[in-house]
């Protein structure tokens, strides 16, 4: 039997081409950050069969206020965006392409 952390899969299913956008546009704002060691390991796939969870798991958050250690308010904290390449400025003294 293989360890619980092995068969556990980070994954954010998306419907449609815009979320699949902001999943990947966010994991890379997340890489860029440099708030955490490594990279993101979350896949981005589109939706398919889905199945309902039992019913202990169902409004779990609701039910468990303290629910998991990474779930929690973080009041006025706003992931830092990424530089794009076309929002850099060139360095005085040097021409734009």
Known sequence: MLPF???TIAACHYVDEEQKR???DT???VDASGLWDGKV???VEPVGDFWEAEPDHQDYLEKRPGGYTC???RP???LPKRQKADDVQPAAGTAAE
Do not use: C, L, P
């Open 27 to 29: 994991i890379a704002d």
């Open 71 to 73: 779930h929690f308010v």
């Open 5 to 7: 952390a092995s068969t």
């Open 76 to 78: 006025g904290w706003v």
């Open 22 to 24: 902001v999943a990947e």
């Open 41 to 43: 390991v979350t896949e």
